[in-house]
């Protein structure tokens, strides 16, 4: 398929999979080298931007975020921005203010979250490669979820000029596509410092040379609480990595159940002061009473155009922010994040990477979400929590399939700025692994 193919059977594509909240008009690829997409909270200034949200309906940037400028100047061109949870919100990207992308390999179920509709796009768009942002987990689950490959960088590797913040201290851009080679090709692109982001890190640049993955540490606690699907698919991954010379050992990392309430500080605190400056002045919809007392306005604006979930975290930031209450709490996380990077760099003296599955069920029915309470779908993040925490880069990689056909992924984290090892591990991965596309049909 040429890329003007792909270009004219984009709006039915998206028409079934829902993977696009803008999309280009364009049906031709002009002098493009390659297409991509993004996720809709990296601002570019040919398209709305949402993040998922109705608050900012109608935005239109007037800018490019740093790593779009660096994919359009490589010859990249921009097809769409990516349905999500809004804000970055959720595991499933159900939680969208706008449409919900379809899991390619079964409609009925879920692409994972929060970067759903770029895990999607990637899917099921041949050659193609989209940007997602991960706090908490949001490119590994839905890579997972839709059987590719995601890379998820060291944090401060990509510069966050342009994206729409959920958490400062753990918003990090990564890679989303089927090919593993890709996930080199394109980060070296977006990679480096930026003087417009204070947290984009001076940085060793990518070493692209191959670098064998020699030892993984499982650790005990990422195997538990799997499906049994996913416990047994991922048995046979081990064995398939010590048959191509991988040494595995099984660990303790106790402190990777704390990750997870750890998480939900962090996140919901620094969450809940990004979203107040939608209030529907400088931006979120301007309208309602305007002679009402400006907090009795910004809260009708609040009210109308956020999602239950934002506004759950909104509450869980604010109270985890209170005063009197930030020590217990917030400062409490940020030590047990110190505590889960100690235990990382400690197990990663002795082994190139840590190794777990990505997500412990493979892609659930829309209908089994909706059963779900809010703890139920943060629980889900347990093993993709821990290296975000730690800012360290890791990968998922596709690893097989459950009985319903839905693919099973595995997690890879290796130390700071040692993305090369995770790229050496995947092409050799991917040279042997048989990896099934969906079926496309529009
Ligand atoms: N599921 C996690 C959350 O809801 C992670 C999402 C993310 O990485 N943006 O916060």
Redesign the pocket.
């Given at each position: 398929m040429t890329m003007n193919d792909t270009m004219k059977d984009l709006k039915a594509i998206n028409a079934k999979y829902l993977m696009f909240h803008a999309m280009t008009d364009d049906t031709d690829a002009g002098d493009a080298k390659f297409l991509f997409s993004t996720k809709d909270n990296l601002t570019s200034n040919d398209m709305e931007t949402c993040a998922g949200s109705r608050i900012l309906e109608g935005y239109r940037p007037a800018f490019d975020a740093d790593c779009i400028a660096k994919l359009r100047k490589a010859g990249g061109k921009l097809v769409g921005k990516c349905n999500m949870?809004e804000f970055?919100?959720?595991?499933f990207s159900t939680n969208s203010g706008f449409e919900i992308p379809r899991n390619p390999f079964d409609l009925e179920r879920a692409c994972g979250?929060?970067?759903g509709g770029s895990a999607c796009a990637a899917s099921v768009i041949e050659d193609h490669v989209s940007l997602g942002?991960?706090?908490?987990?949001?490119?590994s689950?839905p890579a997972s979820f839709c059987g590719v490959y995601g890379l998820t960088p060291t944090y401060g590797r990509v510069s966050r000029f342009g994206l729409i913040d959920?958490g400062n201290s753990l918003d990090k851009i990564g890679v989303i596509s089927q090919k593993a080679t890709d996930l080199k090709k394109y980060m070296t692109v977006i990679a480096g410092k930026d003087e417009r982001d204070p947290t984009s890190m001076v940085q060793p640049e990518f070493r692209t040379a191959y670098r064998k993955m020699k030892s993984v540490a499982v650790p005990k606690e990422g195997i538990e609480g799997l499906s049994k699907e996913v416990e047994a698919t991922f048995k046979k991954a081990l064995e398939q990595l010590i048959a191509m010379g991988v040494d595995v050992d099984y660990v303790d990392m106790p402190s990777l159940k704390y990750a997870m309430p750890a998480?939900?500080v962090l996140?919901t605190s620094e969450a809940s002061t990004n979203l107040a400056r939608y209030v529907g002045m400088r931006y979120g919809h301007q309208e309602g009473d305007h002679s009402l007392k400006f907090d009795d306005y910004f809260t009708s604006v609040r009210s109308k155009y956020f999602g239950d979930e934002a506004k759950r975290r909104i509450l869980l930031g604010t109270f985890t922010r209170m005063a009197g209450f930030g020590g217990r709490h917030y400062a409490k996380a940020r030590e047990v994040r110190q505590v889960i990077i100690k235990d990382y760099k400690s197990i990663l003296e002795t082994h190139d990477a840590v190794l777990a599955p990505t997500m412990p069920f493979t892609a659930p029915r829309f209908d089994e979400i909706s059963k779900m309470s809010a703890l139920d779908?943060?629980k889900a993040?347990y093993l993709?929590?821990p290296a975000?925490i730690a800012g360290i880069p890791h990968m998922s990689v596709p690893c097989g399939y459950d009985s319903n056909g839905m693919p099973v992924g595995m997690q890879f984290v290796a130390d700071h700025w040692n993305e090369d090892i995770l790229f050496s591990i995947a092409e050799d991965w991917e040279k042997q692994f048989d990896l099934r596309r969906p079926e496309v049909s529009i």
């Open positions: 949870d970055g919100f959720g595991t979250g929060s970067s942002v991960s706090t908490g987990g949001s490119i689950c959920y998480y939900y996140a779908s943060y993040d993709t929590v975000n």
